[in-house]
């Protein structure tokens, strides 16, 4: 995503665990006094959860053939959106 956009890649990255934990205390202390937090664990998880899947399946029951590989689909799709929809990244 990052090649897509044509930008570097993070530099720094932190321990899931810890900062899930932090998000989860944080919920709960908002829970608390009646405070609901922008980041719980449901947005931790959703933000680091990684999926993987294979296309063979499609390609072999449907003949389907991809036009993309992973960057360069990326890319389309990036500039697709910014020429439909203004969007900036």
């Known amino acids: 995503m990052c090649k897509g956009l044509g ?16 998000a989860g205390i944080l919920e709960d202390a908002g829970r608390m006094i009646g405070f609901k937090s922008p980041v719980g664990r449901a947005t931790i998880d959703k933000y680091t959860e990684d999926i993987a899947v294979s296309s063979q399946r499609i390609q ?11 960057r360069s689909g990326w890319q389309e799709t990036i500039r697709e959106m910014r020429g439909k929809n203004s969007f900036r990244f």
């Open 7 to 22: 930008r570097n890649p993070p530099r720094i990255s932190l321990p899931v665990g810890p900062i899930r934990s932090a």
């Open 60 to 70: 072999t029951e449907l003949g389907f053939k991809p036009q993309f590989d992973l």
